[in-house]
């Protein structure tokens, strides 16, 4: 079936019998082989879907390893019939355990169908691990039901025993697909998902969270439309419904397409399982794109260029009389002597910095919600391939989407990086550059600057207590890393003195 989807077919029929075991049958109307090819076909590790070593890397086919054709021919007695075009004539070939027995002239229109029978016939042991005819025909019926859903164009036909189990009409949406598939009412009770970025798209269906049942009727996941089973995708779909799951089930049908890159899809033999290359930002990005998709905690949804902080500032605390802050930008705070003035973003420049220069391996790389797509001027870009080797160590990950776009994925976790700091970030760069400054020294200080919250923001209770704690666990805490003053101190005795006391 991978094979006449990669054959761009729009037709597949599958024919059973015996639950697959005496004969499997699939007939398409992709684009065929030729006379030659067809022969080649059936060698094992031959594949016509690599054209260099490059396209391992972003291969959009399901084939490549030119290995299914091969391992089937090898345990059944093989026909194919094949053409590669309207000519009304093609090619039959036929294969017993492998070898290639008859070649012959076949009239046949365009497209593939290949024939399987007495699966296992030279491999007795193998052929007694089969289990009953009803269950191997529920396996076969579920993998094409898998199809089926991601390629609603297509018509499926599923014949088992002379019996059609299902005939489905091509569709224009996978809903309707789901309709066809299980019930109106499954696919009724669902709502639908679509949310893009430059790295991710998302697109599918999920049960409404008033509509939930015990069990559900369908749970599927593909990336770039292959299925495949991904635990934290279940699991940031679980989350998305909060509270209101319950011990319930929902369905959902849900579509991630990516650039093939960032996916490693062949860590599982039969490639059902991937790992997507971040799976926090996975997890997160996905919840909440869900949780919003259902009209579910709309107050915390984040702008496109904002990133996941962890401690939001979105609750309004009222402060305590003690620890405070001034003009919102300046925080006061009591010590055993008098008290002190923390300038916040000399002081958060501080901390940054030294958490990544001191002590690198601290700096924990914190995924966006949103990554920050920024098109770097030319210098901007040179300057970047110069220390884009040394930014993940600081927790800064960005990669090059297009031309001169790069995508930054991750920020210093604490740190306030935004779209404008990431462009500050890069200007500042090349200003480095030009002034012949040690590039790589920079980077961080640079880093520390922009990320580092500023003047006029205001700050939370909690985070004002971070801050200073994390000031004073710094190496250098009084100034920044310009030398700039980071804190005053004003003692007690200079109050007394100032009031006339003493
Ligand atoms: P892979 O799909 O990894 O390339 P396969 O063993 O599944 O390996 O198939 C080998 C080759 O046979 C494919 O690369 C393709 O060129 C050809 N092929 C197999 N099935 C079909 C089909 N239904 N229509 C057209 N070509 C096919
Ligand atoms: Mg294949």
Redesign the pocket.
């Known amino acids: 079936v991978?094979?006449?989807l990669?054959?761009g077919?729009d037709d597949i029929r599958i024919e059973l019998k015996a639950g697959g075991k005496t004969l499997i049958r699939?007939t398409?109307n992709?684009?065929?082989?030729t006379r030659e090819?067809?022969q080649?076909?059936?060698c094992r590790h031959?594949?016509?879907?690599?054209a260099g070593i490059d396209d391992l890397r972003t291969l959009s086919?399901?084939?490549?390893?030119?290995?299914?054709?091969?391992?089937v021919a090898a345990v059944s007695r093989m026909t194919?019939e094949?053409s590669p075009d309207e000519s009304g004539e093609g090619t039959r070939l036929e294969v017993e355990a492998g070898d290639p027995v008859e070649v012959a002239v076949t009239g046949r229109p365009r497209?593939?169908t290949?024939t399987a029978r007495t699966l296992f016939f030279n491999l007795a042991p193998r052929r007694s691990f089969l289990k009953s005819d009803s269950y191997e025909l529920k396996v076969i019926v579920e993998t094409v039901r898998g199809y089926a859903l991601a390629w609603p164009a297509v018509r499926f036909t599923v014949v088992a025993d002379d019996r059609t189990l299902f005939n489905l009409p091509p569709a224009a949406t996978t809903r309707e697909r789901i309709a066809e598939l299980y019930d109106r009412r499954v696919a009724e009770a669902l709502v639908e998902l679509r949310v893009e970025n430059p790295l991710l798209t998302v697109s599918g269906y999920l049960s409404d969270h008033t509509q939930l049942r015990a069990f559900f009727d369908v749970q599927m996941v593909y990336f770039n439309r292959r299925p495949v089973r991904s635990r934290v995708v279940t699991r940031a779909l679980y989350d998305a419904y909060g509270p209101a799951l319950g011990s319930n089930r929902p369905n959902f049908v849900v579509f991630f397409e990516t650039d093939p890159a960032r996916l490693d899809v062949n860590i599982h033999p039969t490639k059902e399982e991937v790992r997507f290359s971040d799976e926090r930002f996975l997890f997160d990005f996905l919840s909440e794109a869900a949780s919003k998709a259902l009209g579910l905690r709309r107050g915390t949804q984040t702008g496109a260029d904002e990133f996941l902080f962890q401690q939001t500032m979105t609750t309004e605390e009222s402060l305590p009389s003690g620890f405070w802050q001034v003009h919102n930008s300046y925080i006061m705070a009591q010590v055993t002597t008098g008290y002190i003035i923390v300038d916040q973003h000399a002081a958060h420049e501080r901390v940054l910095y030294e958490d990544m220069l001191g002590t690198r391996r601290t700096v924990q790389p914190q995924g966006l919600l949103f990554p920050i797509t920024v098109e770097l001027s030319p210098e901007e870009h040179e300057a970047w391939e110069l220390v884009r080797g040394q930014l993940p160590e600081i927790g800064l990950e960005a990669h090059a989407f297009s031309g001169r776009t790069v995508v930054i994925e991750t920020v210093p976790a604490g740190s306030f990086l935004g779209k404008a700091e990431v462009r500050e970030f890069f200007a500042e760069l090349v200003r480095v550059r030009r002034a012949k400054g040690n590039i790589a020294d920079e980077v961080v200080k640079v880093m520390a600057c922009k990320g580092a919250i500023k003047a006029g923001q205001k700050l939370s209770q909690q985070e004002m207590e971070s801050l200073v704690n994390r000031l004073f666990a710094c190496r250098e805490p009084y100034f920044c890393p310009h030398g700039r003053p980071a804190v005053l101190r004003v003692t007690v005795e200079e109050l007394d003195r100032k009031f006339g006391r003493t």
């Open positions: 991978e094979n006449s990669d054959a077919a699939v398409d992709g684009s065929g082989m090819d067809v080649a076909a059936i031959a594949t016509s879907k690599l086919s399901f084939g490549f390893r030119g290995e299914a054709l091969a391992a194919i094949t497209g593939t290949v």
